[in-house]
């Protein structure tokens, strides 16, 4: 277990100025060069996917996980797509290893530009047969471990007077969801925290949005029976489940200076599922 981050080597295809080729060898600008990212829960689905292309965006990505070799792998796996990558391992429960992050970051790069919330579980559960202990813990690591993250890099960014956090909420957080009291309640939750931060620090140059994803074919899917994925598909009218990568987008283009005037939205990204 170590929380010393591992140090990419900086070298991609970006030159000094933040500029790459597109498919015609015309140079075409990374809308996210230079800047420093922190994405929680990286180690696999939607964070590994946003990892990713932050880093094909030009990003210094600080990829995080509560699962230490998976957060190196995912550092590894941006480093190897040419772009910079640290990979830390954090619990988001837990204030002192996420301090220890962000110092880190600091001593590396000496500034935080963007804090992706991500990290996050399910423990379904009907509300007759939930357990306080499934109850506690997807709001202690879902709803508490947001604001923990949150927390420890305001200072920073109110300091560089700029940053956009971004919160990973659901469609569960728009309209709630049969056996998912305790994760609808988180995700309502962080919605209610970005709009809170957006009023709070968008005088001071800080953006907060949250972005709902629908059904992504991640591994929290795993465990869904093939007959259930396919009515799952059914009811979405572009009729297939989200790729990670397309949640991945959205993150990278919000945190990016394209989305400039966009603070305290909510971002349903389903497929029109709710329709």
Same mark, same amino acid.
């Given at each position: 277990? *170590?929380?010393?981050?591992?140090? !990419?080597? &900086?070298? /991609?295809? +970006?030159?000094?100025?933040?500029? %790459?080729?597109? #498919?015609?060898?015309?140079?075409?600008?990374?809308?996210?060069?230079?800047?420093? *990212?922190?994405?929680?829960?990286? !180690?696999? &689905?939607? /964070?590994? +996917?946003?990892?990713?292309?932050? %880093?094909?965006? #030009?990003?210094?990505?600080?990829?995080?996980?509560?699962?230490?070799?998976?957060?190196?792998?995912?550092?590894?796996?941006?480093? &190897?797509? /040419?772009?910079?990558?640290?990979?830390?391992?954090?619990?988001?429960?837990?204030?002192?290893?996420?301090?220890?992050?962000?110092?880190?970051?600091?001593?590396?790069?000496?500034?935080?530009?963007?804090?992706?919330?991500?990290?996050?579980?399910?423990?379904?559960?009907?509300?007759?047969?939930?357990?306080?202990?499934?109850?506690?813990?997807?709001?202690?690591?879902?709803?508490?471990?947001?604001?923990?993250?949150?927390?420890?890099?305001?200072?920073?960014?109110?300091?560089?007077?700029?940053?956009?956090?971004?919160?990973?909420?659901?469609?569960?957080?728009?309209?709630?969801?049969?056996?998912?009291?305790?994760?609808?309640?988180?995700?309502?939750?962080?919605?209610?925290?970005?709009?809170?931060?957006?009023?709070?620090?968008?005088?001071?140059?800080?953006?907060?949005?949250?972005?709902?994803?629908?059904?992504?074919?991640?591994?929290?899917?795993?465990?869904?029976?093939?007959?259930?994925?396919?009515?799952?598909?059914?009811?979405?009218?572009?009729?297939?489940?989200?790729?990670?990568?397309?949640?991945?987008?959205?993150?990278?283009?919000?945190?990016?200076?394209?989305?400039?005037?966009?603070?305290?939205?909510?971002?349903?990204?389903?497929?029109?599922?709710?329709?």
């Amino acid at each position: 277990m *170590a929380d010393k981050p591992h140090l !990419g080597n &900086g070298h /991609g295809k +970006a030159n000094g100025n933040g500029r %790459g080729k597109n #498919g015609n060898g015309h140079a075409t600008a990374m809308r996210l060069a230079g800047k420093v *990212a922190i994405i929680t829960g990286a !180690g696999r &689905g939607i /964070g590994h +996917a946003t990892s990713l292309k932050f %880093g094909h965006e #030009g990003a210094k990505v600080v990829a995080c996980d509560i699962n230490a070799d998976q957060a190196q792998q995912a550092a590894q796996d941006v480093i &190897g797509a /040419g772009g910079e990558a640290l990979g830390c391992q954090i619990d988001v429960r837990d204030p002192a290893s996420i301090a220890r992050m962000v110092n880190s970051v600091i001593r590396k790069y000496g500034r935080i530009d963007c804090l992706v919330n991500n990290a996050g579980i399910v423990q379904d559960a009907t509300l007759k047969n939930m357990s306080e202990a499934q109850f506690d813990d997807v709001i202690e690591i879902n709803l508490k471990g947001v604001y923990n993250c949150t927390k420890a890099v305001v200072d920073i960014m109110l300091e560089q007077q700029s940053g956009v956090i971004l919160n990973a909420s659901s469609i569960v957080g728009l309209y709630g969801n049969f056996g998912q009291t305790n994760y609808a309640a988180s995700k309502f939750g962080v919605i209610g925290m970005v709009k809170t931060w957006a009023r709070e620090l968008g005088r001071k140059g800080i953006r907060a949005n949250a972005v709902c994803p629908g059904f992504v074919l991640t591994p929290i899917l795993e465990k869904i029976p093939e007959k259930v994925l396919k009515a799952l598909e059914e009811r979405v009218p572009l009729g297939r489940l989200a790729r990670p990568e397309e949640i991945a987008n959205t993150f990278a283009f919000l945190a990016s200076d394209e989305a400039s005037y966009i603070n305290g939205a909510v971002i349903e990204v389903s497929g029109g599922l709710t329709l």
